[in-house]
């Protein structure tokens, strides 16, 4: 089992920035891809950055491409999401998953494929 907990959400202003980060524990050497995904009042979840384990290769949805940043520190154990540049549609609560089994670059972005899922931290930004 991996257990993740998110934090560091909030309210902040358009333009603003904010980190967050997911703090993983358990079996956490299983661990293939850990990604971000999020999802906003009414609509689907839908998947926005990811980072593999052990080779850091991150990939990242068109909506925050030059935006957001996704890392990994394995000496902590986390991985961080810094957002910059804020908009009122990236409001949403934003979900932190591992992947235990690399099923190829289709899957990178298909939350089906992610294996354990933390409980979500809210992102509020206001126009």
């Known amino acids: 089992q991996v257990q993740l907990v998110e934090s560091g959400g909030g309210l902040v202003q358009a333009g603003g920035s904010l980190r967050l980060s997911c703090a993983t524990s358990?079996?956490?050497?299983?661990?293939?891809?850990m990604g971000w995904f999020r999802q906003a009042p009414g609509k689907e979840r839908e998947f926005v950055a990811s980072v593999t384990w052990s080779a850091h290769n991150t990939n990242y949805a068109d909506s925050v491409k030059g935006r957001f940043t996704i890392s990994r520190d394995n000496a902590q154990n986390t991985e961080d999401l810094q957002m910059n540049s804020l908009k009122p549609e990236d409001t949403a609560v934003y979900y932190c998953?591992?992947?235990?089994?690399?099923?190829?670059?289709?899957?990178?972005?298909?939350?089906?494929?992610?294996?354990?899922w933390g409980h979500g931290t809210q992102v509020t930004v206001s126009s």
């Open positions: 998953a591992a992947d235990t089994t690399d099923w190829g670059i289709a899957s990178t972005e298909l939350g089906r494929y992610y294996d354990y």
């Open positions: 358990g079996r956490t050497f299983s661990i293939y891809r």
